[in-house]
C-alpha cells in the first residue's frame, strides 16, 4: 500500500506562512492498493490537489467520508475527476440515513456552489446502502468504528497484502460525554496496525476550554499508539492556529515520549505530501 497525506488540518483551512511547512489543507488521505482504483479518505481542502494528480488516469476513485462535517467534504467540489466524461466515481458517506447524504450534495445546489451535482459529466455513483459491503465486493478489505466526536465519526482499517492501516481522523479518546467506543475498543481496532493516522488536534494547555470538543490530545494518541502496539503513528488533524514550529516541538515531545516509555513504536506529524509505503 501506498499512504498519502493530502491535507492534514482540522476544522478549518489555515494556509499562510506560519503553517506552510506541514500545509493548511483539510482532511484528505489517499491509500493506493491497486492499479486499476485509489481509495480517498475523506474530502476536505487536500482533495482538490489529489485531483490533479489523477486526471491522467483512468482509475476508478472510491471516496470514503468519516464524518460529514465542512472541514471533510469542502473540497470535493473541487475535485477535478468529478469534471472528467465518464470518469467512474464512487462515494460512500457516513451513512446512518438518507439524509445524511445532503451535506456533500447540496453544497452543490447552485446557491452555494455554481455547479448542480446532477449536472456533473463523471459516471458518478452514490453507495448509501451496505457501503462496506459494496467496497468488500471490489477488493478493499476494510472495517470501521464508530469514533467519539458531535454528531458522529468513523475510523476505518484498511489491510492489504499483510500490510495494515487504520485512519482515526475525528476522536476524542477521553471525552466528557458518553463514549461511543471506549479505549480498549480502539486498541483492540488498533491493535497491530503497520500506520495509525489518528487526530492529535490539542495539548494538555488547551484544556479545559476544548474538553467536549471531539478531538485528542498529543499524548492521548500517542498512548493508543503504545497500547496498541503500531508500528508508526502520524499525528493528524492539526489545531489549525498551530504553526510550523509549533508542530516541529510536537514532533519532538512525542518521539521523547515514545523512547523514554521504552516503545518502539515510530512517529512523525502528518504533512501534506507525506507519503508511506507498506
Known sequence: MTITCWGVRGSIPSPGPATARYGGNTSCV??????DKILILDAGTGIRHLGKQLIPDNREIYVVLSHSHWDHIQGFPFFLPLY????????IPDVRNSDRL?????QMDGTHFP?????LPSDFTYVDNNGLEFLKQRGFNISRIATNHPGGCFGYRVEHNGHTV???SDNELEPPYTKTTDFDGFVEFC?????LIHNA???EEDMPLK?????????????????????????????????DEELDGIQIWARNWFSDQGHTTQCAVAYEGLSVEL
Open 102 to 106: 445532503s451535506a456533500v450534495d447540496t
Open 191 to 195: 491493535q497491530g496496525a503497520d500506520l
Open 166 to 168: 487504520v485512519y482515526i
Open 211 to 243: 474538553h467536549g470538543w471531539g478531538h485528542s490530545l498529543v499524548s492521548q494518541a500517542c498512548n493508543l499508539a503504545a497500547t496498541a502496539q503500531v508500528k508508526q503513528l502520524l499525528l493528524f488533524h492539526h489545531e489549525p492556529d498551530r504553526s
Open 201 to 203: 488536534q490539542f495539548l
Open 84 to 91: 472528467q466524461p465518464n470518469r467512474k466515481l464512487y462515494l
Open 115 to 119: 455547479v448542480m451535482s446532477g449536472d
Open 30 to 35: 489517499s491509500i493506493e492498493l491497486a492499479p
